[in-house]
Every structure is written in C-alpha cells, then in structure tokens.
C-alpha cells in the first residue's frame, strides 16, 4: 500500500520546484538589483544561483518550525548529513591554492608539450580530459577547482567568443561528472552507494571506469577540433609574474593538506581541523599565497547545504518513481532526473530500496553520473566551477538554458558510451 504524502511533504516538494524554477530566473532578480536602489541588495542575493538553494532551505524550516515546531524544525536540520558541503568547502579552498595550482599548471604544461598542438591548444585539451579523469584521485571538487582555474586562465580571461565559453563549460562539467567513475571514493553518487553494493576499484574500472575515459577524451577532443581556430589564436598562459619559484616544501605541505581532506572526507571533525591547520600554515607563509577563496567556497557550501536540506522531504516521490522504471527507462530517467536533483541525493535513495537487481544499480549509477553536467544543481562540484567562470560571462551570469544546450552534446557521449554493450 502506497503511503500518502504529508503536508510539509507535499509543501517541501512545492519549495523544491519553486527553488529550481528560480535558478533558471536568476537574471531577473540582477535588473531588479539595477532598478531598485533602495532593495538592491536583497535583490542582488536573490540573483546569486549559489544563494538559491539556502535561500528556499530557510522558508521550508521557517514553515517547518510554524507547522510542527521550533523543536522539531531543529530536530531535523540536526538530522541531515552536511558532511559534502563542509568537505567541498575545504577541498575547493585548498585545491585552489596557488602552490597547488601551480604544481597543477606544470603538471599540464607537461603533459601538453607532449602532444602534436599549438601550446594554447593542447592546454586546453588537456585541461578539458586528464584533469577531469584525475578526479578519480584527487576527487571531483578537488578536479573541478584545478580544471575550472586552468581554464580561466587560459580561455576565459582572454577575448574569446560566448560560444566558446559555453561549450567548454558543458564539456567540463559532463567530463567532471564522468570522469570521477575509475574508483570507488571519488564521485558523490558513486560514494554514497559504493559500501552498500560492493563497488570496489576493480568493479569500477572494469564497469564503469574504461567507459567514462572513452567518453571524456572524445568530447575533449570534439570540442577541441571544432573550436581549433580560435583556440590557435589564444596566448599561452605563463607563469603569474613577481611571484618567483614556489618552493618544493611549500607544494608538499599543501599536497599533504589535500590528501588528508581526501582521505578523511567521510569525517567532517577530521578534514575541518587539517583545514583549519592549513589555514594557519598559509598566515605562515603568505609571500607564496594569493587569496585563498573562502567566500566562494562558503556560497558553494551554501548552495550544497541548502539542497541536502530541501532533498530531505523528497523520497516520497523520487523513491516511488525509481521503482516504476525498468533498467533501460531507469538509466534515461535517472539521467533526466539529475538535472532537476542532485545526483548523489538520487543514487542514495535508490541505495535505499532492497533486493534491487545488478541492471538497477547500474543503470541508477550510470544515469546519475551521466547527467551530471546539465545544470549547475546536478552535480555536487558544479557549484565550485561556476562560482568561478562565472565572472567571465555577460553580466556576471551564466545561463542554465545555455549550459544545457552546451552540455547537451557531450552528454550524449555519455550516453553512447554507458550504453553500448551494457
């Protein structure tokens, strides 16, 4: 027997539509900061995508609090696991780093003066295809940070054309949400149901791994050929002057910061003190330091927090909804449904459900990760590349109508690639 919703159900998953409605209208609320004076500030938060999600977080406790009490609004905020947003804070602040971005930057200059392209050209491809497939490692918040800074510095702070911008975006976005499959730890929808159903490192290779690599290089290496004109043109980024050699104790420590945030992702009171330490080791040394980027990590936390909060209320109908599909209508469903949910809340309730089927876990997986790339709230690192690209786009906003049509693209190589000999 179906159970009814309940009321603060039925209004949660109504604040849930509201919440992604607004995301898609973000540009309206930045006139309205233009126009009015007066409200301009508040105007402007509402036009702050990262802001959305916390922003309709605190209506549904406000309701929560008038409907069943102050008492249980907190019992249920108490009740939530922000142990994601707290850790995409921490990895995208350290990743970001200047002596991790530098050891970054050489890392891909390296790997580009290997390949038979201009310089500007093979920066990009390899910013575009290794870097998202070294998330597998480092972790996907941690790869959409370096990749999202590489190519900022290399495309998006040059005079280049919207549509270039856009497609790099959608190619980078689908090939993060992709390119984290080759282990067990990496990707938020795999994490939350690797334990579970014994997705190991070789069970992850062997499925999902070999398949997400041919995907990532054939979209880097569409976008890059179709772009190959323009890209030509660009000036190789070089090194940030004044800044001389960044020493090899320097790198090391802020590597050792990284990996103990990795290592620990699971346990928040962990990486947030290695965090804190790394804090004080940049005060320490802050000659090789530039501004670490705690307000745009914090809004991204924000955005992350506010939809672990509003997902809360939403198995009632994503849960019966999944159970309706069979493997194939499952994959294309779970694909669609990443778009509008994130994809780790997606997969963990599909965890949730008993006596599931190889195909079910496959497909549920597969199509979550597939459809990561279509829109800022499908993929819990999107937040990280779009709070910092987006400064490079008209108005200081990027489009999710244009994002998508971006993403749609490489999103079908995805799907060729998942589906083919499934």
């Known amino acids: 027997m179906t159970l009814q919703p309940s009321t603060i159900e039925v209004a949660a998953a109504v604040i849930f539509v509201i919440a992604i409605v607004h995301t898609f209208t973000t540009k309206f609320f930045a006139r309205l900061a233009h126009l009015d004076t007066a409200h301009s500030g508040v105007w402007h938060l509402l036009s702050e995508v990262e802001a959305v ?206 990996t103990g945030v990795v290592i620990f992702s699971h346990h928040p009171a962990v990486f947030m003190g290695i965090f804190l330490f790394f804090l004080g080791f940049t005060a320490a040394y802050q000659k090789y330091q530039d501004r670490l980027i705690l307000r745009e990590g914090l809004m991204v936390a924000f955005f992350l927090a506010g939809l672990v909060t509003l997902g809360g209320f939403q198995k009632w109908w994503l849960e019966a909804l999944l159970l309706q599909l069979n493997p194939t209508a499952l994959y294309y469903g779970s694909t669609a449904l990443t778009a509008i949910t994130d994809n780790a809340a997606l997969t963990y309730l599909g965890s949730l459900v008993d006596g599931v089927s190889a195909e079910f876990k496959y497909a549920l997986v597969a199509g979550a990760v597939t459809g990561g790339g279509l829109t800022v709230i499908a993929n819990a690192p999107n937040p990280a590349g779009f709070a910092i690209l987006k400064g490079y786009f008209r108005d200081d906003a990027i489009s999710p109508l244009g994002l998508l049509y971006a993403a749609a693209g490489p999103t079908l190589i995805a799907i060729l690639a998942f589906q083919i000999g499934a």
């Open 53 to 258: 999600f916390g922003f309709w977080a605190m209506v549904l406790c406000v309701l929560l609090a008038f409907h069943s009490g102050v008492q249980e609004a907190v019992s249920y905020v108490d009740g939530r696991n922000f142990t994601e947003p707290l850790f995409v804070f921490a990895i995208m602040v350290i990743a970001a780093s200047r002596p991790i971005l530098h050891l970054a930057t050489v890392s891909v200059r390296s790997m580009a003066s290997a390949l038979p392209f201009s310089r500007p050209v093979a920066i990009y491809f390899v910013s575009l295809s290794m870097v998202p497939l070294l998330g597998s490692f480092i972790t996907e918040p941690a790869a959409m940070t370096l990749a999202a800074l590489l190519l900022r510095d290399a495309v998006y702070k040059q005079n280049v054309s919207t549509k270039l911008k856009y497609a790099t975006l959608g190619a980078l976005f689908v090939n993060i949400s992709i390119g984290g499959v080759l282990t067990p730890y990496a990707a938020p929808p795999v994490l939350m149901v690797a334990a579970k159903w014994g997705f190991d490192f070789p069970f992850m290779i062997s499925t999902f791994g070999w398949r997400a690599a041919i995907a990532v290089f054939v979209t880097a290496t569409i976008v890059t050929w179709l772009f190959r004109t323009e890209l030509r043109e660009l000036h190789a980024p070089q090194g940030r002057a004044g800044h001389g050699e960044m020493p090899i104790p320097i790198m090391a420590m802020h590597l050792l910061f990284l």
